[in-house]
């Protein structure tokens, strides 16, 4: 080393801290937000709330889908890639309801299975995510396992299960978690809730949104 030569550094870099996910950043309360947490503890408020921005999804169908315009869209990418994977098909089974809808679809559950078991099975009237919008029920096409457990066991449930999370879904009741979030395991029914927190839930292993944002559970109503 001649004297003009610069001394070698000995200074280490400190490693870089990834950016910590904000959990702040969007509402749980507000029901317009992608982020709204509804279950039977947190009703919509308004509880007849109506969704904004609401398409109709051009994907397959038992009934005919609307969902809000980013949720829509994500479903059409979602089904064609099933399609370009596997070869097979989805179909939606039950989009958005209204409020005015599911007092229907509560009321008829509730005439099947009395009111424990419909509570078990369909949300009352202003605590429904698919009242927001933000919700899907799927099935195969052709039909098979709907609205069945053994939905989880299909082509379609298991590439959901392993991938609806890369377009911003997440499975919103899954199985042992029903003294978490009220209801019992439904492999058919998805969430919208946008791709980054999607990804964050998925790399922590977080299944519930209650588990995410440290609410209570939410096993009964009040």
Sequence with gaps: MTPSDPEPS?????????????????????PASIWVVVNKLRPLDPQDYAAPDLVSVPVAYANPPILRKYASSSV????????????????????????????????NWVSQLGQKGADL???????????????????????????????????????LAKKAWKYGFILRYPEDATDITGYEYEPWHYRYVGKDLAKEMHKTKTETLEEFFGLPDAPDYK
């Design 10 to 30: 000995t200074t280490v870099e400190p490693p870089v801290t990834p950016e910590a996910f904000d959990k702040t950043e969007r509402s749980i309360d507000d």
């Design 121 to 159: 099975t369909s949300a009352r009237p202003g605590y429904s995510e698919h009242q927001t919008g933000l919700a899907i029920d799927i099935s195969a096409k052709p039909a098979k396992c709907t609205l069945a457990a053994c939905f989880g066991d299909t082509p379609q449930g298991k590439w």
């Design 76 to 107: 059409v990418k979602m089904f064609a890639a099933f399609t370009d994977e596997t070869g097979l098909e989805m179909q939606s089974q039950s989009a958005y309801r209204a409020y005015s809808v599911q007092v229907r679809v509560y009321n």
